[in-house]
């Protein structure tokens, strides 16, 4: 009776009984082998159903999750405007010194900007905010305690030249230090309010409420011998009284990378003025 129960017929139960009703098809075996066929076809479009509702989902979770990420902006940022954001500094395709991950830029005169995503606060001016400038070789490694170099910076005018040694104060562990580095406290105020004006500043997205403080440096001073890694903390005094560090993480963190050496701009002037004698030498000869 299999004929009977295709899908047509066995996906309607009452159109079937009818079907079979009108053609006197009515026994019992030709009847409960098609309910058998249609029970079977029913279990298999439930399955289906259900398979269909578990992948959406999934697809649903896996979305959700991806736009989360994507606009999960941390409480605190470093960022440079107009600068780049450098995932991979050396190009090996490690996340393997400190340059990787964070915005850089090489230019000497440049806005460090603090980025910190909190509700509008009224007490804003009370907290405590810390920003790391730390001393590295141009390739990144942490400078070798001795002699403080003879290097200055400044930071809105004010010429910055007393390096400490080691780490900041019950800031973890950090690949940037030990070096020179210098800390300077601050403190949002009131003005550095920005409605929506939070983004990531590793990809650019999201909009949340914060404030920014702008910071004026000229790094000039460093030359081409050093390179600097900047970091951004304050401390949180838990309820039993113990301090806990909150920092922008390290991939949100921000550099300052010389121009090439001298040396190399030497060399390259020497090649393009041996190319213009060159050009010289063969326009005589015409
Ligand atoms: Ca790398
Ligand atoms: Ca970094």
């Known amino acids: 009776m299999n004929f009977l129960c295709n899908y047509n017929y066995c996906n309607n139960?009452?159109?079937?009984?009818?079907?079979?009703?009108?053609?006197?098809?009515?026994?019992?075996s030709a009847y409960y082998s098609c309910i058998g066929f249609f029970i079977r076809q029913n279990e298999l479009k439930k399955t289906m159903r259900r398979n269909k509702i578990l992948i959406l989902t999934l697809a649903i979770l896996v979305q959700t999750f991806l736009v989360s990420s994507a606009w999960a902006i941390p409480v605190l940022q470093l960022n440079i405007p107009g600068a780049t954001y450098v995932s991979d500094f050396n190009g090996d395709?490690?996340?393997?010194?400190?340059?990787?991950?964070?915005?850089?830029?090489?230019?000497?005169?440049?806005?460090?900007?603090?980025?910190?995503k909190h509700a509008l606060d009224s007490q804003i001016g009370n907290k405590e905010f810390?920003?790391?400038?730390?001393?590295?070789?141009?390739?990144?490694?942490?400078?070798?305690?001795?002699?403080?170099?003879?290097?200055?910076?400044?930071?809105?005018?004010?010429?910055?030249?007393?390096w400490e040694y080691g780490k900041p104060e019950l800031l973890g562990p950090h690949?940037?230090?030990d070096t020179y580095y210098y800390q300077l406290p601050f403190r949002f105020v009131p003005a550095d309010y920005s409605?929506?004006?939070?983004?990531?500043?590793?990809?650019?997205t999201g909009s949340a409420d914060g404030y920014i403080h702008n910071f004026s440096l000229d790094v000039s001073?460093?030359?081409?011998?050093?390179a600097m890694v900047f970091d951004l903390y304050t401390y949180e005094t838990g309820n039993n009284g113990q301090q806990n560090i909150d920092f922008a993480p390290f991939s949100h963190n921000a550099s300052h990378n010389p121009t090439p050496e001298p040396?190399?701009?030497?060399?390259?002037?020497?090649g393009l003025l041996g190319?213009?004698?060159?050009?010289?030498?063969?326009?005589?000869?015409f």
């Open 13 to 28: 139960l009452s159109k079937l009984k009818k079907y079979l009703k009108k053609r006197n098809f009515g026994t019992e």
């Open 221 to 226: 001073g460093l030359g081409h011998n050093y």
């Open 263 to 270: 040396a190399s701009l030497t060399l390259l002037g020497l």
């Open 93 to 116: 395709g490690l996340l393997d010194g400190p340059f990787d991950e964070g915005v850089s830029t090489n230019s000497s005169n440049f806005t460090l900007q603090a980025l910190y």
């Open 275 to 285: 190319i213009w004698g060159f050009g010289k030498k063969k326009n005589k000869n």
């Open 175 to 177: 690949g940037v230090f």
């Open 130 to 162: 810390y920003l790391s400038c730390a001393l590295l070789s141009v390739d990144g490694q942490p400078l070798i305690n001795g002699t403080a170099p003879l290097v200055n910076i400044s930071i809105n005018g004010t010429p910055i030249n007393s």
């Open 195 to 204: 409605a929506g004006g939070i983004f990531n500043v590793a990809d650019l």
